[in-house]
T-cell receptor, first 115, second 109 residues
Framework: GAVVSQHPSRVICKSGTSVKIECRSL??????MFWYRQFPKQSLMLMAT?????????EQGVEKDKFLINHASLTLSTLTVTSAHPEDSSFYIC???????????FGNGTRLTVT | KQEVTQIPAALSVPEGENLVLNCSFT??????LQWFRQDPGKGLTSLLL?????REQTSGRLNASLDKSSGRSTLYIAASQPGDSATYLC????????FGTGTRLQVFP
């Protein structure tokens, strides 16, 4: 079946540094990728929708200058958390789909800890 | 704005019981609805995908139904097992994928 690879699975960084998370679709072309964050014991909150070759659409309340999303190819999207702070510590998950009617496939998530 | 709600928020049952998890959404103009399970600290496992033109999907002990006009979906789990313990999430797809609030299920021996 379709596979989405998300890397890294865990990252610890110091406050003020930037962290890049990669999301790759390994065996299909992902025209759309979604980025989510999840706090403990809560559901997934959509941060932004990324379409290949265009700017990402951010959800209300998500700072686009802080969470930079790039979707430069049909198989790769990246999320960069810039100038990370402890409150950015969370579980970040990407998902990818080929078409609107196809199922979404998810990466295994990245647990970010900012110290 | 699409809002997706799941009831109950938590459920604890002895093994062997048949279970019904509910998902409701406010905007019925969806492409499809997908059910997932999430184990603690892990990613998502897709269980069932129902297209907007479909009424139900089945996989093993799982059956999911969709009533798009009323904005409801149910996930039926037959003969529950301790291994079914997880959080179950529904998600509706439009130009976005919006997740429900989740149901934490515990099945005890």
């Amino acid at each position: 079946g379709a596979v989405v690879s998300q890397h890294p699975s865990r990252v610890i960084c110091k406050s003020g540094t930037s962290v890049k998370i990669e999301c790759r679709s390994l065996d299909f072309q992902a025209t759309t990728m979604f980025w989510y964050r999840q706090f403990p014991k809560q559901s997934l909150m959509l941060m932004a929708t990324s379409n290949e070759g265009s700017k990402a659409t951010y959800e209300q309340g998500v700072e686009k200058d802080k969470f930079l999303i790039n979707h430069a190819s049909l198989t790769l999207s990246t999320l960069t958390v810039t100038s990370a702070h402890p409150e950015d510590s969370s579980f970040y998950i990407c998902s990818a789909a080929g078409t609107a009617n196809s199922p979404l496939h998810f990466g295994n998530g990245t647990r970010l800890t900012v110290t | 704005k699409q809002e997706v709600t799941q009831i109950p928020a938590a459920l604890s049952v002895p093994e062997g019981e048949n279970l019904v998890l509910n998902c409701s959404f406010t905007d019925s103009a969806i492409y499809n609805l997908q059910w997932f399970r999430q184990d603690p600290g892990k990613g998502l496992t897709s269980l069932l995908l129902i297209q907007s033109s479909q009424r139900e999907q089945t996989s093993g002990r799982l059956n999911a139904s969709l009533d798009k006009s009323s904005g409801r979906s149910t996930l039926y789990i037959a003969a529950s097992q301790p291994g079914d313990s997880a959080t179950y999430l529904c998600a509706v797809r439009t130009d976005k994928l919006i997740f429900g609030t989740g149901t934490r299920l515990q099945v005890f021996p």
